[in-house]
């Protein structure tokens, strides 16, 4: 199922799986309420919030940050 936003190059998007699929111009939003996952993408930087495994990604282009209860890195 898709929705179209008149005057606007939005959509959003539910899928056979219930995920929301958001688009605002050069950005995306994706929200699972399955597992939790909230995935933000916005011009050249991601942050991938997941509640389902704690995981918390942020990537802002020039560095990444990763916490997984593992890794943390630049």
């Keep these: 199922m898709v929705y179209e936003f ?3 190059d939005r959509t959003l ?5 219930g995920t929301w699929h958001i688009s605002p111009g050069n950005g995306q939003v994706e929200i699972d309420s399955g597992n ?6 916005h011009g ?9 495994n ?3 990604v942020v990537n802002s282009g020039r560095g990444q940050l990763v ?8």
């Design 67 to 74: 916490v997984d209860g593992r890794v943390i890195s630049r």
């Design 44 to 52: 050249n930087g991601q942050v991938v919030v997941n509640a389902g």
């Design 36 to 41: 939790g996952q909230i995935i933000i993408h």
């Design 54 to 56: 704690g995981q918390v």
């Design 13 to 17: 998007e539910i899928d056979s799986k």
């Design 6 to 8: 008149p005057q606007s």
